[in-house]
């Protein structure tokens, strides 16, 4: 059974930083692509950051040169570093494979910047 843990979310200020954590449990984690993705109240779901099974690491354009992925396949676990956070980050986030696969959703972490 897949199971992906997110963890790290909360309140911050605008300009503050966050850590979240995505543990995995039940999947190759390593011969996958992974993202992060986030839902904000009344919009849809979009991916903002993913990283190739090899590594390699694309954004989306809204958080460009603030925030940065990264992957430990020996413990199973992908990174997300939030710096300069805008209230506009304000969403719950998850983490699942890149195409995403619907039955892996996790709780998510809700990340709130608010001054």
């Known amino acids: 059974q897949v199971q992906l843990v997110e963890s790290g979310g909360g309140l911050v200020q605008p300009g503050g930083s966050l850590g979240l954590s995505c543990a995995a449990s039940?999947?190759?984690?390593?011969?996958?692509?992974m993202g992060w993705y986030r839902q904000a109240p009344g919009k849809q779901r979009e991916l903002v950051a993913w990283?190739?099974?090899?590594?390699?690491?694309n954004y989306a354009d809204s958080v460009k040169g603030r925030f940065t992925i990264s992957r430990d396949n020996a413990k199973n676990t992908m990174y997300l570093q939030m710096n300069s956070l805008k209230p506009e980050d304000t969403a719950a986030y998850y983490c699942n494979r890149v195409p995403s696969v619907s039955s892996y959703w996790g709780q998510g972490t809700q990340v709130t910047v608010s001054s």
């Open positions: 990283i190739t099974s090899a590594g390699t690491t």
């Open positions: 039940g999947i190759i984690f390593s011969i996958y692509h």
